[in-house]
């Protein structure tokens, strides 16, 4: 336990003053422990509201996205809402990233005639089950009864 300043006063009343030297030492090693503690704290803060903006972020950009069955089958991949495009144009998202908190957008390939959409990242492939697709659509357009 750090002296207090009463005591210490106390003890040069008394003309202690060596003694009075040792608490007031104790006190500036306990002042400097404090700043290192405080530092560290202040550092973890920044650390912890960085981690919030990036869920704050993430859960922002994940609601522009619904889980769409382009092709009518088992294969699934987030699409873009219209009403949260701000622009961007139609993308399908992988799925399997989506749920690690990344966005990357699938690409198209042909493999022996038919047509699936890979992630670059995880390496997912999506089979559509067709020789051709369309380009990608707004998530509103795949959720929409057919006319």
């Known amino acids: ?55 704050d972020f993430w859960e922002n950009e994940k609601s522009r996205y619904y889980l769409v069955s382009p092709w009518r089958g088992p294969a699934q991949a987030y699409a873009l809402k219209k009403s949260e495009s701000e622009g961007e144009p139609p993308h399908l998202v992988c799925s399997n990233c989506f749920h690690q908190r990344q966005k990357v957008i699938l690409n198209p390939k042909n493999k022996d005639g038919w047509i699936y959409l890979t992630c670059p990242a995880c390496k997912a492939e999506i089979t559509t089950g067709l020789r051709g697709v369309r380009g990608p659509q707004y998530a509103e357009e795949y959720t929409a009864e057919p006319g």
């Open 1 to 55: 336990m750090l002296p207090r300043y009463k005591d210490i006063v106390e003890l040069l009343k008394k003309g202690s003053t060596l003694e009075a030297q040792e608490q007031i030492m104790s006190l500036r090693e306990g002042a400097l422990e404090l700043q290192e503690e405080n530092q560290e704290l202040k550092s973890r803060i920044r650390e912890l509201e960085g981690k919030l903006e990036a869920i």
